[in-house]
């Protein structure tokens, strides 16, 4: 590790501010650990309640394995909602617009805070608090370029609805390769969707952060990056984009789970593991078509279940969704879990040879990291065009055809069944997924291009 900082000048404090979800806090946590490791102070502001007792659980650990992390639990003001609602966006949302009542809780922070490092869903208010203060703000993504690009574009695309008519199958961002108009998420099409009006107040506010902090990989991403960072695209709506990719992870201790032992037992890169990330719950009807393409497939799996949303909610047992004799009939050859699982162990265990993946971007990114190849099978949001980004980059495999979001007929056991045959057969795949984990090692280890990244703006802010 690389500590490059002035030993005579103290190193910065940092304020980290993560919006909802596991998919914000994960990566914000391994920032914070990024930056003990490096001598920095930091503070960690969560807001509170959060949706998710898997948000709460991880905070109290990790607070609890590091003791000099100040935090500051910040009472956020809930608005008026419905039931229909989705937990996550309300939050992301209430959290935005409860930022005004957060500098008091930072401004005798000692010693004195050198920046706030916030997410992307804080971006229209945080500005606010960091000029009071008197200090840089920057934003962490927890997207992909692409997707940040498209986000920073949105105020331009939502301007014309003629962009969404027929005629259009394309989206253009002058200086960067279109992508179709159905990879963009549906709720982009209303702008009185709660999520797009809370990511367009954020869009608009990109180009005041000193830059933003993307997980993400330049042997991924490279040609977004130059577009944005050396020819100038979206210069006005974005500050300097800062590729830190993969992010290290960070550790907790925890007792090792079952299906870490029966990880243990089988055969190097023989094991399918099959997630959809910590808030995406499936039907009834895709679960018992995913149970048959697992078993046609013949292959091992491990296969992580959710049946809700939230996870407080999800108190379905596991024999209720998959039945007693699947369970049985596949005993030898795979495990199901429901709950949480420690996935960058997972995916670190030399037994997972492949990982049918929703593609959110923590996901895509841990794949890369260890070279998993992935079958993907995104869900919504910013998942299409991340499973694009995999397609390209030679990480894994993708079926545009697989519905999503507002489109999402029943992908049948058969057609899983043959991505998994296809991606567990494919050499070469293996092979270029392989050489993508270690061009992400070298991003990261001491005089990596990624790390070198993180080193100047910690010497930036130390003087
Ligand atoms: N995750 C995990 N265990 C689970 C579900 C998710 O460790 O049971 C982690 C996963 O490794 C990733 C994050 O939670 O770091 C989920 O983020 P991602 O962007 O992949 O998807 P999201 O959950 O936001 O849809």
Same mark, same amino acid.
């Given at each position: 590790?690389?500590?490059?900082?002035?030993?005579?000048?103290?190193?910065?404090?940092?304020?980290?501010?993560?919006?909802?979800?596991?998919?914000?806090?994960?990566?914000?946590?391994?920032?914070?650990?990024?930056?003990?490791?490096?001598?920095?102070?930091?503070?960690?502001?969560?807001?509170?309640?959060?949706?998710?007792?898997?948000?709460?659980?991880?905070?109290?650990?990790?607070?609890?394995?590091?003791?000099?992390?100040?935090?500051?639990?910040?009472?956020?003001?809930?608005?008026?909602?419905?039931?229909?609602?989705?937990?996550?966006?309300?939050?992301? %949302?209430?959290?935005?617009?409860?930022?005004?009542?957060?500098?008091?809780? *930072? $401004?005798? !922070?000692? @010693? #004195? =805070?050198?920046? +706030?490092?916030?997410?992307?869903?804080?971006?229209?208010?945080?500005?606010?608090?960091?000029?009071?203060?008197?200090?840089?703000?920057?934003?962490?993504?927890?997207?992909?370029?692409?997707?940040?690009?498209?986000?920073?574009?949105?105020?331009?695309?939502?301007?014309?609805?003629?962009?969404?008519?027929?005629?259009?199958?394309?989206?253009?961002?002058?200086?960067?390769?279109?992508?179709?108009?159905?990879?963009?998420?549906?709720?982009?099409?209303?702008?009185?969707?709660?999520?797009?009006?809370?990511?367009?107040?954020?869009?608009?506010?990109?180009?005041?952060?000193?830059?933003?902090?993307?997980?993400?990989?330049?042997?991924? %991403?490279?040609?977004?990056?130059?577009?944005?960072?050396?020819?100038?695209? *979206? $210069?006005? !709506?974005? @500050? #300097? =984009?800062?590729? +830190?990719?993969?992010?290290?992870?960070?550790?907790?201790?925890?007792?090792?789970?079952?299906?870490?032992?029966?990880?243990?037992?089988?055969?190097?890169?023989?094991?399918?593991?099959?997630?959809?990330?910590?808030?995406?719950?499936?039907?009834?009807?895709?679960?018992?078509?995913?149970?048959?393409?697992?078993?046609?497939?013949?292959?091992?799996?491990?296969?992580?279940?959710?049946?809700?949303?939230?996870?407080?909610?999800?108190?379905?047992?596991?024999?209720?969704?998959?039945?007693?004799?699947?369970?049985?009939?596949?005993?030898?050859?795979?495990?199901?879990?429901?709950?949480?699982?420690?996935?960058?162990?997972?995916?670190?265990?030399?037994?997972?040879?492949?990982?049918?993946?929703?593609?959110?971007?923590? $996901?895509?990114?841990?794949?890369?990291?260890?070279?998993?190849?992935?079958?993907?099978?995104?869900?919504?949001?910013?998942?299409?065009?991340?499973?694009?980004?995999?397609?390209?980059?030679?990480?894994?495999?993708?079926?545009?055809?697989?519905?999503?979001?507002?489109?999402?007929?029943?992908?049948?056991?058969?057609?899983?069944?043959?991505?998994?045959?296809?991606?567990?057969?494919?050499?070469?795949?293996?092979?270029?997924?392989?050489?993508?984990?270690?061009?992400?090692?070298?991003?990261?280890?001491?005089?990596?291009?990624?790390?070198?990244?993180?080193?100047?703006?910690?010497?930036?802010?130390?003087?």
């Amino acid at each position: 590790m690389s500590n490059t900082m002035d030993s005579k000048s103290l190193p910065p404090h940092i304020a980290l501010f993560p919006s909802a979800g596991m998919g914000h806090l994960t990566p914000f946590l391994r920032i914070a650990s990024m930056l003990l490791r490096r001598n920095c102070a930091v503070t960690l502001i969560t807001a509170t309640p959060t949706v998710s007792a898997a948000e709460s659980s991880h905070i109290s650990s990790f607070l609890h394995e590091h003791p000099q992390v100040k935090h500051v639990g910040f009472q956020i003001i809930q608005l008026p909602h419905s039931k229909q609602d989705d937990p996550f966006y309300l939050q992301f %949302e209430s959290t935005r617009r409860s930022v005004h009542l957060l500098h008091p809780l *930072l $401004s005798s !922070s000692s @010693p #004195p =805070l050198s920046a +706030i490092f916030a997410d992307f869903f804080v971006a229209s208010s945080i500005t606010s608090v960091s000029t009071k203060l008197g200090i840089p703000h920057y934003l962490i993504s927890t997207t992909s370029v692409k997707f940040l690009c498209l986000l920073a574009y949105l105020p331009e695309l939502i301007s014309d609805p003629a962009k969404f008519d027929h005629s259009f199958t394309e989206v253009e961002i002058s200086g960067l390769t279109p992508f179709p108009i159905s990879s963009i998420p549906p709720p982009f099409k209303d702008p009185n969707h709660l999520f797009t009006k809370t990511l367009l107040q954020n869009s608009r506010a990109l180009s005041k952060a000193k830059g933003i902090f993307m997980n993400s990989l330049q042997c991924l %991403e490279a040609e977004t990056l130059e577009a944005v960072n050396n020819g100038g695209v *979206l $210069s006005h !709506s974005l @500050p #300097p =984009l800062l590729p +830190i990719g993969p992010l290290e992870l960070y550790e907790i201790k925890t007792e090792k789970g079952q299906y870490m032992t029966w990880l243990d037992r089988q055969p190097a890169e023989s094991v399918v593991y099959v997630s959809f990330g910590s808030r995406t719950a499936m039907s009834r009807e895709q679960i018992r078509e995913i149970s048959k393409g697992l078993e046609r497939s013949g292959h091992r799996f491990l296969w992580v279940l959710k049946s809700s949303k939230v996870d407080t909610e999800d108190k379905i047992q596991l024999k209720d969704l998959l039945g007693d004799s699947f369970l049985e009939r596949t005993k030898n050859k795979g495990t199901a879990v429901k709950g949480w699982v420690s996935q960058p162990e997972i995916l670190e265990h030399p037994s997972v040879g492949a990982f049918v993946s929703h593609c959110g971007w923590n $996901s895509v990114i841990e794949a890369a990291r260890r070279g998993v190849p992935v079958v993907a099978w995104p869900q919504h949001g910013d998942q299409r065009l991340n499973a694009e980004i995999v397609q390209r980059g030679e990480l894994g495999i993708w079926d545009r055809k697989w519905g999503w979001d507002g489109d999402k007929e029943l992908v049948c056991g058969e057609e899983i069944e043959k991505k998994i045959r296809e991606v567990m057969g494919d050499e070469k795949l293996r092979k270029m997924a392989k050489k993508v984990g270690e061009e992400a090692r070298k991003a990261a280890e001491t005089g990596g291009s990624s790390e070198k990244v993180l080193s100047e703006v910690l010497e930036f802010l130390q003087k």
